[in-house]
């Protein structure tokens, strides 16, 4: 059994379509823009890897180590943001474009037009009483803004993270290193996506199925990253 536990209040099993998987939390320094990703990821997950496990990597982390981390007193928010943000559906499980800063960001990234017919979309959303047009309008680049949590490790509780940048390149590079296959991935409390794969034998369906109650955490458990296992690879 590997000595790597899962956080607190996690369970070590997922189990989906009747195959049980574990979800090994590995636990880093503060990943910071000083940092190479696929090194982080050698040095730490690297000794732990087996035949058949997959790394996965949160999407935050590799942001934040492509200096795509902005304080919050870096970003001027134009007044359209402000004005924006008022029609931003406020989700109990993140901040996203709801304060002006990240919806800023969203400007900046996904661009000015983008984001208005975004918006209008979400408004005829609403009133025929559907939710989400926004961000399926606005992109991949609007939906994966993170704003600042109390619960964030700092510095990153008072920045806006923004995407990764090339996430399947990344996720090669970090296989080049470790040695299995990676997902770069963006999970939370409410759901997961894969963002980047270092090679066709990701399944990017599977993964946020065996990922979805969020195995990293939420909060100061600095473990980025982690190792998928089937549950009978482990005895």
């Known amino acids: 059994m590997s000595s790597l536990q899962p956080n607190e209040g996690k369970k070590d099993v997922m189990e989906v379509d009747g195959v ?21 990821a050698a040095t730490y997950a690297g000794p ?6 997959i790394l996965f990597v949160s999407e935050k982390s590799v942001a934040c180590s492509q200096r795509r981390a902005i304080p919050l007193s870096e970003i001027k ?22 304060i002006p800063e990240t919806m800023e ?24 009483g559907k939710r989400g047009w926004f961000y399926k309008v606005a992109g991949y680049k609007a939906e994966s803004i993170d704003g600042p949590t109390p619960y964030t490790l700092p510095p990153y509780n008072t920045c806006v993270v923004l995407g990764p940048e090339n996430p399947d390149k990344v996720a090669a590079d970090i296989k080049a290193k470790v040695g ?53 690879a482990a005895q």
């Open 180 to 232: 299995c296959p990676v997902a770069v991935v963006d999970i939370n409390d409410l759901q997961g996506k894969v963002l980047g794969a270092s090679d066709p034998s990701v399944d990017r369906l599977l993964i946020p199925k065996i990922l979805k109650d969020n195995p990293l955490g939420q909060s100061g458990q600095q473990t980025p990253m982690g190792i998928i296992r089937r549950a009978e």
């Open 20 to 40: 049980g998987y574990l979800r090994l939390p590995i636990k880093t320094h503060v990943v910071t823009e000083q940092d190479n990703i696929a090194d982080v």
């Open 77 to 98: 928010p134009r007044p359209l943001a402000k004005f924006l943000t008022k029609f931003v559906y406020k989700s109990p499980y993140g901040i996203g474009l709801g």
């Open 48 to 53: 732990h890897i087996q035949e058949g496990d």
């Open 105 to 128: 960001m969203a400007l900046r990234e996904c661009g000015t037009l983008r984001i208005l017919f975004a918006a209008a979309c979400s408004a005829v959303g609403k009133a025929i």
